[in-house]
């Protein structure tokens, strides 16, 4: 993956203010380096309250420049444990 510049970088902070604001619940973000950031978020069941996800799925995201977006490069879900 090609390095951010200077000039690219402008275009990944404006996709990862567009990014966080389509989020609206329970998300921890944490940036990296070169356009890379990690997100984790909640996964709600049907019957899941609003305070309490069944599980937690966390995503590595990279800038790609050729798009001018945010691409996956992984993903992983894992089950929480539920005390109601």
Request: glycine share 8%; proline share 4%.
């Amino acid at each position: 993956m090609a390095r951010v510049t200077a000039g690219g970088r402008r275009h990944v902070n404006r996709a990862f203010r567009t990014l966080l604001s389509a989020v609206l619940y329970g998300i921890r973000v944490e940036l990296g380096s070169d356009g890379e950031l990690w997100m984790t978020t909640g996964v709600w069941r049907k019957d899941d309250p609003t305070c309490c996800p069944s599980s937690e799925r966390r995503r590595h995201l990279v800038w790609d420049g050729e798009r001018s977006q945010f691409v996956v490069k992984e993903s992983s879900t894992r089950p929480l444990k539920v005390v109601r």
